[in-house]
Nanobody, 121 residues
Framework: QVQLVESGGGSVQPGGSLRLSCAAS????????MGWYRQAPGNERELVAV???????NYADSVKGRFTISRDNAKNTASLQMNDLKPEDTAVYYC???????????????WGQGTQVTVSS
């Protein structure tokens, strides 16, 4: 079992910045991808940014140039630096990790509990 703990959400004015952090723990042999998704009320959960083990990253078009994802593979952590936040970035942000368990080499796809980000003047 793999647990993800997120931190760093909150409220900020438009144009402000926030940094989200996620730490994975448990039976982890490797993490192939670690990323952030978000879900606003009435909307489906959508990809924000993902970092793959080889170093490649993907971003939603709406956050390119404003958000940056980073990973520490040794510590099984990921962060999302969010700059120039807009009201439309308001959502619950979820950390996701996909990889392989240490025991049995079974795959896992785990989610954090979510952290609220509110952008409002």
């Amino acid at each position: 079992q793999v647990q993800l703990v997120e931190s760093g959400g909150g409220s900020v004015q438009p144009g402000g910045s926030l940094r989200l952090s996620c730490a994975a723990s448990g039976s982890i042999f490797s993490i192939n991808a670690m990323g952030w998704y978000r879900q606003a009320p009435g909307n489906e959960r959508e990809l924000v940014a993902v970092s793959f083990s080889g170093g490649r990253t993907n971003y939603a078009d709406s956050v390119k140039g404003r958000f940056t994802i980073s990973r520490d593979n040794a510590k099984n952590t990921a962060s999302l630096q969010m700059n120039d936040l807009k009201p439309e970035d308001t959502a619950v942000y979820y950390c996701n990790a996909r990889g392989v368990h240490f025991v049995g080499a079974r795959p896992f796809d785990s989610w954090g509990q979510g952290t609220q980000v509110t952008v409002s003047s």
